[in-house]
């Protein structure tokens, strides 16, 4: 693993029904989106067992290690959002410009703190939008009302700023 560096693979949120609002693969097209599915329902029943003693803290924290090389870290937003970050060990090559705790073998539970707070700001940022209705999104309600869409965020800044979390985030960064 010398001379690389762990990176964000793919990030998914998740309703507070337990719907997929949205799931981003990254580099993307180089990944089966299917198999990402299958692996952030596998931590719905994690954040289940471990809701009952969590108090203020979002922070999950490690959810699951796939192998040695993926490894499922979660959050939960005040509206019961869940966000899944999956981390690839492997993710990409090292370059002159990452530190030298990015290139450091393991990852702590805080180098990914970072990148949830921006992960849920733009989570925020989506609901302060008044065009953007919640209810839309989940499907308690989706199914209720007369036109039945899609439960996916399709939100173009909104993907494009969870893109730019994900590619920004190295382990050892503080702010994004």
Not at 41 to 46: G, P, Y
Request: aromatic share 8%; charged share 20%; glycine share 6%.
């Amino acid at each position: 693993m010398a001379g690389k560096v762990p990176s964000i693979c793919c990030i998914g949120y998740i309703g507070k029904h337990n719907n997929p609002l949205h799931i981003s693969l990254f580099p993307a097209g180089e990944r089966a989106p299917l198999e990402f599915q299958f692996l952030l329902s596998s931590c719905l029943d994690i954040f289940e067992a471990r809701l009952p003693f969590k108090t203020a803290d979002q922070d999950f924290g490690l959810l699951q290690a796939v192998d040695e090389r993926l490894a499922m870290y979660g959050w939960l937003t005040n509206t019961g959002v869940k966000i899944v970050v999956v981390v690839d060990m492997e993710g990409r090559p090292a370059t002159a410009l990452d530190s030298k705790a990015a290139t450091a073998v393991g990852l702590r539970d805080a180098d990914l703190k970072p990148a949830f707070r921006a992960l849920q700001t733009a989570y925020i940022k989506l609901l302060r939008n008044p065009f953007y209705n919640p209810d839309e999104h989940s499907p308690v309600t989706a199914n209720t009302e007369q036109k039945i869409g899609s439960t996916q965020i399709t939100s173009r800044s909104f993907i494009q700023e969870v893109k730019r979390i994900a590619e920004a985030w190295v382990p050892g960064i503080t702010n994004l």
